[in-house]
């Protein structure tokens, strides 16, 4: 049976979001918590389970302070070659006094940390050549730990209006100085079943655009 996840309150998001040192970063984290559904993905995916997990292209660490919210403690260490964004994390974490999250800076082309147990992937493979996905989607599967999960979220390559919207966007995120980078490359559903199932995981893949136009997806691979 699936266990119960709670949802937290909107005052309880609104606290995460007075963490944010900048205003930016403060409305971000709002308009983030309260309408992308893919941290209350993740913490279905991993609740009942005492398993650490990695944060892979972790931003400011919004999806450990969600899971906190909603009462789940298990360690976090979440790593992002962005090292502005690292510091806003470990600020963040430091300020809402929360044990056992790290934040490091690191290249996810070149360097996973060593770890054992649920491993997360969101919006980052687009940064990525395919030899480069494919690498860190051995890497991240190697990492996780029996009875644990490798969660992704990625916008999928195909023909439909919602790529063409997500490609648009995250075009739009580079020149705004969110992102550091334009997209690269988007990777394909055939491209996930064969580099996870090749790992050794079991791979669900699902829509996961809730009420966004991108052409999102929910990518599990379970070991
Ligand atoms: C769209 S943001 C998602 C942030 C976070 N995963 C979340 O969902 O809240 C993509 C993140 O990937 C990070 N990123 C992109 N390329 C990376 C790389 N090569 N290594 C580590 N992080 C990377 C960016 O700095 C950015 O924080």
Redesign the pocket.
């Known amino acids: 049976m699936t266990p119960s996840v709670p949802t937290p309150s909107t005052e309880a998001l609104e606290k995460i979001a007075r963490l944010c040192k900048r205003r930016w970063d403060r409305h971000y984290t709002r308009a983030k918590l309260r309408s992308d559904p ?1 941290y209350g993905a993740v913490m279905r995916e991993i609740a009942g389970s005492t398993a650490p997990l990695l944060d892979t ?3 400011i660490g ?2 450990s302070h969600y899971i906190r919210a909603c009462g789940h403690t298990v360690p976090v260490t979440g ?4 090292e502005r ?1 690292i510091t806003a994390a470990k600020h963040m974490a430091a300020l809402a006094g929360h044990t056992q999250l790290s934040f490091t800076a ?4 070149t360097t996973v940390p060593e770890f054992s147990g649920h491993v997360v992937i ?3 493979l687009q ?1 990525f050549t395919e030899s480069e996905q494919d690498t860190l989607l051995t890497a991240a599967a190697k990492r996780v730990a029996p009875g644990a999960k490798l969660v992704i979220r990625s916008g999928l390559r195909d023909d439909s209006w919602r790529f063409r919207i997500t490609v648009l966007c995250d075009y739009f995120a580079k020149l705004c100085l969110w ?3 334009a997209p690269t490359r988007y990777p394909d559903a055939p491209q996930f079943r064969r580099v996870l199932e090749a790992a050794g995981l079991r791979v669900r893949i699902e829509p996961m655009w809730g009420g966004t136009p991108f052409n999102n997806f929910l990518i599990v691979g379970e070991r």
């Not at 790593?79 to 962005?82: A, E, R, S």
């Not at 690191?106 to 082309?109: E, Q």
């Open positions: 893919v292209g972790c931003g919004l999806l790593f992002d070659y962005d964004k690191g290249d996810a082309r969101l919006d980052i940064f992102m550091k980078a």
